[in-house]
């Protein structure tokens, strides 16, 4: 009796045994798998140009942030400057003696795969416009550039207003031609120089960008960017938006955060309708300030809202300078900001005149001089 008790006892523990092992084998497979599909996720992820599927510009925090910090140069690419989807020889080109078939572009998607997430952005090294040339041989003539192996949404026209900062310039196409060629945008350079040495008037040259640039192709999307500012992230997608977009949501010189609700300074952008809707920016504010407000509050007068991009995506760097000559603070600018809703009917692109100089394309950019005339005599006091 007890040896048969004995003997059913053994039988139970040798089950458990069994079962136990049974189990551990299981989580072991478990493990091993996941481990296995974790690596092939490192090792697919570096293969695709390491961030491909983070990005994030719509501006909604997503659960995990990675930041691929490109410390080597920011176009590292697997061919020296070259893009993802980029050959040297254009790919639109006939190969022998074959008949292109005109294929259809697909769209381009909307994250694009080259991506590098954050980016090392300093100004110490010496800037060569040979330099620039060099690093970017797809760029055509007068700063344009086009992805070859898909369709972009917008065509943009990036407008730059200008007054001799040429040693700017130099750094702000160095980092700006390979982010937007990753970034897989259709677009043209276009810096708007303010001849003579009177009052500097920002919004007014972006007026002129605007219109010039509508002469060289059919852009439907504005980007307005100041010569000294590089994103810090290639995820602040330049293109344009449900609503107008401000970029430059997190400069360095504001501690990276924006400096009031209401700031739309440095980097904006709209689309075609966007920027007709408000009446394009106003003429009248010569010299330093205000203008950004100005078109802030043409923004939300007209019913759109202003989009960013996440804060941790939003960042930038301005080339550190002194307030240059001839564009002194504007004393008027804070009286004329309260006074955007009876000022942006009748000033704006549709009272807008200059006298058109030179336009001149060099290879990286294309240079519009204008002389935009002076600030009206100061009425009187008393
Ligand atoms: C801030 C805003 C800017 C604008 C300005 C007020 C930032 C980063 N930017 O710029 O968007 O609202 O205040 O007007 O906060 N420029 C020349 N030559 C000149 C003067 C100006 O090229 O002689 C151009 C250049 O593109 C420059 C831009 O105008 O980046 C703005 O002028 P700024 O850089 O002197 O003014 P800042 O940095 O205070
Ligand atoms: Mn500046």
């Given at each position: ?53 983070r ?41 022998n ?36 040339q ?13 992805p ?6 917008w ?35 276009y ?11 920002r ?29 810090m ?68 007068l ?32 804070f ?21 058109l ?26």
């Open positions: 009796m007890s040896r048969l008790m004995l003997g059913r006892t053994l039988e139970r523990i040798c089950k458990g045994v069994l079962l136990l092992c049974l189990l551990h084998f299981l989580i072991m497979m478990i493990l091993y798998f996941d481990v296995y599909s974790q690596r092939f996720d490192i090792f697919s992820r570096f293969n695709n140009g390491r961030n491909g599927s990005n994030n510009s719509s501006g909604a925090a997503s659960g995990h942030h990675f930041y691929y910090y490109n410390l080597s140069r920011p176009n590292a690419t697997s061919a020296p400057y070259l893009a993802a989807g980029e050959q040297l020889v254009p790919s639109s080109q006939p190969d003696n074959h008949t292109p078939s005109p294929k259809p572009l697909p769209p381009c998607p909307e994250n694009p795969p080259g991506l590098v997430g954050r980016l090392l952005i300093e100004f110490s090294s010496q800037m060569t416009m040979e330099r620039v060099k690093e970017n041989p797809n760029v055509t003539e007068g700063g344009r550039y086009k070859p192996d898909c369709r972009p949404r065509k943009v026209a990036i407008i730059i207003p200008f007054r001799h900062r040429e040693n700017h310039l130099k750094y702000w196409l160095h980092y700006l031609h390979p982010i937007l060629r990753r970034q897989k945008i259709d677009y043209g350079i810096i708007i120089n303010q001849l003579g040495e009177d009052t500097f008037n919004a007014k040259l972006l007026n002129v960008g605007y219109t010039e640039a509508l002469k060289d192709a059919e852009y439907d999307c504005f980007i307005f960017s100041d010569v000294d500012l590089i994103p992230d290639d995820r602040n997608l330049y293109h344009c938006y449900d609503q107008p977009r401000h970029f430059a949501i997190a400069m360095d010189k504001f501690g990276f955060r924006l400096p009031y609700a209401g700031y739309f300074g440095g980097v904006s952008g709209l689309s075609k309708k966007q920027f007709l809707k408000i009446n394009g920016f106003p003429n009248e504010y010569w010299g330093w300030g205000g203008e950004d407000d100005d078109i802030y509050n043409r923004i939300t007209n019913g759109m809202k202003v989009s960013r991009p996440d804060v941790r995506i939003g960042r930038y760097r301005m080339i550190k300078h002194e307030r240059d000559k001839h564009n002194e603070p504007n004393p008027q600018r009286n004329k900001i309260q006074n955007t809703k009876n000022t942006m009917k009748k000033d704006g692109i549709s009272s807008l005149t200059y006298k100089v030179q336009v001149k394309k060099y290879p990286m950019y294309t240079n519009i001089s204008v002389e935009i005339g002076k600030p009206p005599p100061r009425p009187i006091k008393g």
